[in-house]
């Protein structure tokens, strides 16, 4: 992958001044080749942590011309589920035999396996949630989700992320639409490039004390909801908080995300509900499930396969971003790839102010090809 620069706000002005009014061919030398890429609160590696949190970087503007554009650094957000039921068999056993590996034991070999390797190349960091409960704690203490995230995006620090395995054990609650809401928030106050949130979870969401446990469908059928309701509304079914959060993040703050189902569930329709959160986060399977459903350590690895190369390959930078959303025609060694709003197979924006695009589905497979060039053709209104 290219390295990264800052491009002088002199050089852009001077580009801009030569392209205006031109059709010219401009080769960019890297993915930070381009106006708007960094700004104040954004950095190489996804974030400058000294840099003012509410900074943000200018838009792109649309200059016509054919540009190549580039793959873009990812910043990758894991947002990892620690609740109790992380320590379960993938079948769901709660006292599995030694030997057999825990949903938490999959989930950190799969990311040591698959994702650990491209370290250099993409700048990850991880939101763990819920936070550590303290022994006796009561339920809002097992749901707690302490704002900010745990390791912050950048690149070579993939490892931070698997000590956190080895130091602490999947306890409490699943706070969900919580801890995704932060790790964007997070995400927009330093704003990288190809922002993406990986969601891995292995239940339903719950931990939202505003529902009401005589009336909720409760995730913990062992211990209904309403034998205990100042504690059981904790264990409430918390979807439609979760799918909101979640359509909100996609589409208003420009940061899909992918959702990880691991291991077997209690009820079909909590399966549901990782499938309205994969929907709902741009990023679903175009196959039912929607979601990565996980029942073994290779669907595991597949699932980060598939997630890792859309991210790392599928991600592109335009410097040029045309007034109207349908002024560019992008090329795949000189094939025109149309445009899918419902990104089932073919290109379309991810975050059009800063020149941001994905490919998808075959097109995505097409851009991945190491003798693949890519090019955009950018008309602006008067």
């Known amino acids: ?16 001044g030569a392209l205006v009014g031109a059709s010219v061919v401009v080769a960019l030398s890297s993915c ?10 954004g950095g190489v590696d996804g974030g400058d942590t000294d840099a003012p949190r509410d900074a943000a970087p200018d838009a792109n503007p649309c200059i016509p011309g054919r540009f190549t554009l580039e793959v873009a650094t990812a910043q990758l957000m894991f947002v990892i589920d620690r609740s109790g039921s992380m320590a379960f068999a993938l079948n769901g056993d709660e006292n599995a035999p030694v030997g057999v590996p825990s949903r938490w034991d999959v989930l950190r070999n799969g990311l040591q396996q698959v994702v ?12 763990f949630y ?28 993939f490892q931070e992320i698997l000590d956190v395995f080895a130091s602490t054990i999947p306890r409490g609650g699943t706070p969900t639409a919580e801890a995704v809401r932060l790790a964007a928030q997070f995400l927009t106050q330093q704003r990288g490039v190809a922002r993406t949130i990986v969601l891995a979870t292995d239940g339903a969401p719950n931990c939202n004390p505003s529902l009401d446990a005589n009336r909720c469908i409760c995730t913990t059928p062992r211990f209904p909801c309403s034998a205990n309701p100042g504690r059981g509304r904790y264990s409430c079914l918390d979807d ?39 929907v709902a986060g741009g990023r679903p399977r175009a196959a039912a499930p929607r979601h990565y459903n996980v029942q073994s350590a290779n669907d595991m690895n597949a699932a980060l396969e598939s997630i890792r190369d859309s991210v790392a390959s599928c991600t592109y930078l335009t410097p040029s971003s045309p007034t109207d959303p349908d002024q560019i025609d992008v090329e795949v060694s000189g094939r025109t790839v149309a445009r899918d709003p ?22 995505c497979v097409e851009a991945q090809s190491a003798t693949a060039q890519i090019t955009g053709v950018v008309a602006c209104e008067p």
């Open 32 to 41: 930070g080749s381009r106006t708007g890429l960094f700004g104040a609160g």
């Open 1 to 16: 992958m290219p390295s990264l620069r800052r491009t002088p706000r002199s050089l852009l002005a001077r580009l801009s």
């Open 240 to 278: 439609q908080r979760a799918v909101e959060t979640i359509r909100e993040i996609a589409e208003n703050q420009s940061i899909p995300i992918y959702v990880i189902g691991i291991g077997s569930t209690e009820s079909p329709q909590f399966l549901q509900v990782l499938d309205r959160m994969a």
């Open 130 to 157: 819920p936070e550590p409960p303290r022994d006796g704690a009561d339920s809002e203490e097992a749901c707690r989700t302490d704002t900010g995230v745990g390791i912050p995006p950048q690149r070579g620090r």
């Open 116 to 127: 650990a390797p491209f370290d250099g190349q993409l700048a990850m960091g991880a939101k």
């Open 342 to 363: 419902s990104r089932q197979n073919g290109w379309d924006w991810v975050d059009r102010a800063y020149g941001t695009i994905a490919f998808f589905g075959d097109a």
